[in-house]
């Protein structure tokens, strides 16, 4: 009886005690310290990795002016799936033996900027013999490029040309051997011929055969739809100052880099065309576009989400501009950098959906889109990262 008496009083307490301090309840879901840690992974965002492997002999020129102009269009495509991928982009420029070069690569890069700048410097000059050096271009697409070894990214090159491959090059790792390699890293090949070369079409067609890709036919000048729109002067402008609001920090090896990023940036505000920095506006403007225009180490965004604190930053990592500031001075000028880039990204932001409706009804006029080079990477890309779990829903960017 005395036991029973116990208990009850026992529950009352316990009772009383709950309706005082209802965190009480909770104490089931504290974890012991014998628990094993419980570790939060944040879900990695889905990769491309595309590389374009372009012919900048002589014969190519409209193409090549067509690259400049539509590389951030092709970019925003990429980046229109959901969830919103990772993207890298890499080149391999392409003659022949005898030309000025046969091959230069440059690497796969979330610094679509630096790459871009690179591209803007290509100009069509040699060939003019047929056959020009495509089988060096794969096999450096393919053994010289960075790939990662994640089996669930999308990799893609697009081999883009108007000449059949030299196959009469002893020392040449033929591109059978090529895509073999190709084939065993997961990465798939285009082919996009520019004309109507019937010897550039056989071997083409097979490239993309012996790679599970796809080969796409167009005119020698691309067929990329090109449109100007009311809205890409302004979005051009609201571009540069939207750059103009970053503000890096870190050793100076890392600002070597940070300088470097910097530079292209401002190569493309000042020799690209108001349409393709439009273009750039818009790519930067989502999600996937955040890291282009970001870059590593930028300080605004880096202290709102909480990967840095500023109290914690040597002085001599700050930016010049900060140093002589006290620490209440570099929190303000952060605060207010921060307020106007969410302005400016806000309005860049309505400003590409104007203009992506106003293009939209511009195609409605015209028709015949799906023949356009655009259409048909998207279509491409549409089809082969769904095999990666990457959906896109609505039309290329343009």
């Not at 089988?135 to 090159?157: E, F, G, R, T």
């Not at 591109?175 to 390699?181: H, I, N």
Request: with cysteine; charged share 25%; hydrophobic share 40%.
């Amino acid at each position: 009886m005395k036991s029973i008496l116990i208990a009850t009083a026992l529950a009352v307490l316990t009772a009383g005690a709950v309706a005082f301090y209802p965190a009480l309840t909770t104490v089931a879901t504290v974890r012991h310290v014998s628990d094993p840690p419980v570790n939060i992974v944040p879900i990695a965002a889905p990769k491309i990795e595309a590389v374009f492997v372009l012919d900048t002999t002589s014969s190519m020129s409209g193409m090549i002016e067509a690259a400049k102009e539509k590389i951030w269009s092709i970019a925003s495509t990429m980046a229109s799936a959901q969830p919103a991928p990772e993207i890298k982009i890499g080149l391999v420029a392409f003659r022949d033996r005898g030309d000025r070069y046969v091959t230069q690569v440059i690497d796969l890069s979330e610094d679509l900027d630096s790459m871009y700048a690179a591209l803007m410097d290509f100009r069509a000059e040699g060939g003019g013999d047929g056959p020009e050096s495509v089988n060096q271009a794969l096999h450096d697409a393919v053994q010289k490029i960075s790939w990662s070894q994640d089996p669930d990214s999308y990799q893609v090159i697009f081999l883009v040309g108007d000449a059949p491959p030299h196959m009469d090059y002893q020392d040449d790792v033929k591109y059978p051997v090529t895509l073999a390699a190709a084939r065993m890293k997961g990465i798939v090949v285009n082919t996009i011929q520019c004309g109507d070369n019937p010897a550039t079409t056989q071997r083409w067609v097979q490239i993309a055969q012996l790679s599970q890709g796809r080969h796409f036919n167009v005119a020698q000048g691309g067929d990329a739809i090109a449109i100007s729109t009311p809205f890409d002067t302004e979005l051009a402008t609201l571009s540069k100052a939207l750059d103009d609001t970053r503000l890096y920090y870190g050793t100076e090896e890392e600002r070597v880099e940070q300088d470097l990023k910097v530079a292209a940036a401002d190569k493309l505000h000042s020799d690209a065309s108001v349409e393709s920095r439009a273009r750039r506006a818009s790519f930067n403007a989502s999600a996937a576009g955040t890291r282009n225009f970001l870059g590593r180490g930028e300080l605004v965004s880096d202290i709102a989400d909480g990967r840095v604190d500023l109290l914690e930053i040597d002085t001599d990592e700050l930016p010049e501009s900060m140093r002589p500031m006290s620490a209440p001075q570099q929190q303000a000028l952060i605060a207010e950098v921060k307020s106007k880039r969410d302005s400016l990204q806000r309005q860049i932001t309505d400003l590409a959906k104007e203009r992506e409706s106003y293009i939209a009804e511009k195609i409605e006029e015209v028709g015949g889109a799906e023949e356009s080079l655009d259409y048909k990477i998207f279509s491409a890309v549409r089809d082969q990262a769904g095999k990666k779990g990457l959906v896109y829903e609505d039309a290329p960017s343009y």
